[in-house]
């Protein structure tokens, strides 16, 4: 069964850190492109961070460049979004998706069906 579950969201102070995690069952994600959006309140999903399947096919989102990275485990299965120096306007619940093709996009459309329950992320003083 094809599945995605993210974790690691929470509530922290403007300026804090955390890490997303993005964990597959049956389907093996290195052979996957795997992208992070968020959504929030009020707003439409939008793209975050996305890896491809081959080095330096990595792209992020101009309102996130230098505060976040995307990173793979494929021995864990699993997709990583560390998010540093976060800003109020980052509070969204953040979803993982996957496509089986080689390189990603930050489009939601790009991704088809495989998408996880989502995390939420809060920052607020």
């Known amino acids: 069964q094809v599945q995605l579950v993210e974790s690691g969201g929470g509530s922290v102070q403007p300026g804090g850190s955390l890490r997303l995690s993005c964990a597959a069952t049956?389907?093996?994600?290195?052979?996957?492109?795997i992208g992070w959006f968020r959504q929030a309140p009020g707003k439409e999903r939008e793209g975050v961070a996305c890896t491809g399947t081959t080095d330096g096919n990595v792209h992020y989102a101009d309102s996130v460049k230098g505060r976040f990275t995307i990173s793979r485990d494929n021995a864990k299965n699993t997709v990583y979004l560390q998010m540093n120096t976060l800003k109020p306007e980052d509070t969204a619940v953040y979803y993982c998706?996957?496509?089986?093709?080689?390189?990603?996009?930050?489009?939601?459309?790009?991704?088809?069906?495989?998408w996880g329950k989502g995390t939420p992320v809060t920052v607020s003083s």
């Open positions: 998706a996957a496509n089986g093709l080689r390189q990603c996009a930050l489009r939601a459309d790009y991704y088809g069906s495989y």
């Open positions: 049956g389907f093996t994600m290195a052979y996957h492109a």
